[in-house]
């Protein structure tokens, strides 16, 4: 019969997913699988049509023939009656062929699970559904997030150990038969939500600021849906180090209009061996169980709370920085006033050429941060402005340039601000990395949204 090699990936080191330890929520995963069965009775069309009435895969219209090699059947195994009602799905593919005197799962089978849709079903007091349209919210559970992970890591263990002895059962082999079988960690996503009372407003704001460990960042919009339509855009920023391979992904979106979500995202197996600094790769060894598979993920969990504070630092940042650029904007209203003077201004009118001078000013002190009137005369209503704003302890500005203090620059604690300031007011798009709305098909159902904004899910 064939073999399948597996490797060793250190999960010994964690005693199981009852010890996991992380601020943080497991949300989609996806596992790939690859077993030898033994070829008892019937070949591919008897395992199958044992598999479909056991509800691990759809029933299909036409058993495969005897001659039949191969064939791909669609998973939709429920997992009922788990621990205080709750019970979770695993959808996927799982694609056989016919081996000597075996059934071999091939290595492109895939399951899939959504982790924090199946937690929602057995929490109250949690919410509405996500601006998405989708079920993988439960709140901000801040304080409580460790036990609810260990929650659906155990979810998972058993999730994971009633399919694999559907498997075994379909084979016809003994409950307690070693199982030749090798599971790889696909993808996975971790997040934490938090509570923000305008989460939409805020994301809006961070998509003109950078991230210190980002390479590469973008601001993208994702699409609002309800049961009955599609709403409209709201933005997310998305950032990754840049890595030719195995990008690991930070992404924070408004997931509800009072909670913000810190996610990440590793959306292939390069992804998670990066992520958990490993260097051979990610999958689990015989003899093979549930709780081993509870426990890989629990170290995923574990590996991406640095990268969830990273993301809760820069909001932070990002906030003080936004605050600080409303300041420094206000600070520029005396030139503001040279170009739109108030109503009833008495006084010499301001001539084009002032206004195209106070614009420029602006302008200059916004991109580099100082402006040198040199040739300014001391009269003129710009350098009057820049004086003002100088001399004001609250103002923008503080003078260089010997006694004669021609020169004006931005004050150092508004430094961070004036950037954000030049990145927001940058006349093409492509200078803050924002992209375009993402397009949907008119007829796209939240599901097929969920599925085009994740890789496997939004």
């Avoid at 598999?51 to 191969?70: E, I, M």
């Avoid at 923000?196 to 003109?208: K, T």
């Avoid at 004036?418 to 803050?432: D, F, H, I, K, Y």
């Amino acid at each position: 019969m064939d073999v399948v090699e597996t490797v060793e990936v250190g999960v010994t080191d964690l005693d199981g997913p009852a010890d996991a330890e992380a601020d943080a929520l497991l949300d989609l995963f996806a596992v790939g699988i690859h077993a030898v069965l033994p070829d008892l009775d019937g070949g591919l069309a008897g395992f199958a049509s044992r598999l479909a009435r056991a509800g691990v895969v759809r029933p299909v219209s036409r058993a495969p023939g005897a001659a039949r090699t191969s064939v791909r059947l669609d998973v939709r195994f429920t997992v009922p009656d788990l621990p205080d009602g709750g019970k979770m799905e695993l959808k996927g593919q799982l694609c056989l062929t016919v081996g000597d005197r075996s059934i071999i799962v091939t290595p492109a089978s895939v399951l899939r699970g959504n982790a924090l849709r199946s937690l929602r079903e057995r929490l109250t007091d949690v919410g509405p559904k996500g601006l998405d349209g989708n079920d993988n919210v439960v709140g901000a559970r801040e304080g409580d997030r460790g036990r609810l992970l260990r929650l659906q890591l155990r979810d998972v263990e058993l999730a994971f150990d009633a399919f694999l002895a559907a498997l075994r059962s379909a084979a016809l082999m003994p409950g307690d038969a070693p199982l030749s079988c090798e599971l790889r960690l696909w993808s996975c996503e971790i997040c934490r939500d938090i509570t923000e009372s305008d989460a939409p407003s805020l994301v809006a704001s961070l998509r003109n600021m950078r991230p210190p460990d980002a390479a590469v960042f973008r601001s993208r919009f994702f699409v609002t849906s309800t049961a009955e339509e599609i709403v409209g855009n709201l933005p997310a920023v998305t950032w990754n180090e840049g890595h030719r391979r195995g990008k690991v992904e930070s992404k924070i979106y408004a997931k509800r209009a009072d909670l913000l979500r810190l996610e990440v995202k590793a959306l292939d197996r390069a992804a998670v061996k990066r992520l958990l600094g490993r260097s051979d790769d990610a999958q689990i060894v015989t003899p093979l169980s549930g709780r081993t598979i509870a426990a890989l993920l629990a170290r995923v969990a574990e590996a991406a709370q640095d990268r969830l504070d990273v993301m809760w630092e820069f909001r932070q940042y990002a906030t003080t920085v936004q605050e600080d650029r409303v300041h420094f904007l206000g600070s520029l209203a005396p030139l503001l006033r040279v170009i739109n003077p108030p109503t009833g201004r008495g006084g010499r009118p301001i001539s084009d050429e002032t206004r195209t001078l106070a614009y420029r000013a602006i302008e200059t002190l916004i991109q580099l941060g100082s402006f040198s009137a040199v040739s300014v005369r001391r009269d003129n209503p710009v350098r009057q402005a820049l004086d003002e704003m100088a001399d004001d302890a609250e103002g923008g500005l503080v003078t260089r340039g010997g006694r004669h203090g021609s020169i004006y620059v931005v004050r150092p604690e508004y430094a961070k601000a004036r950037e954000a300031a030049a990145v927001m007011l940058a006349p093409s798009p492509n200078a803050t990395g924002v992209t375009a709305p993402a397009h949907r098909d008119e007829g796209a159902t939240s599901e097929d949204i969920e599925e085009q904004e994740r890789g496997h899910s939004l």
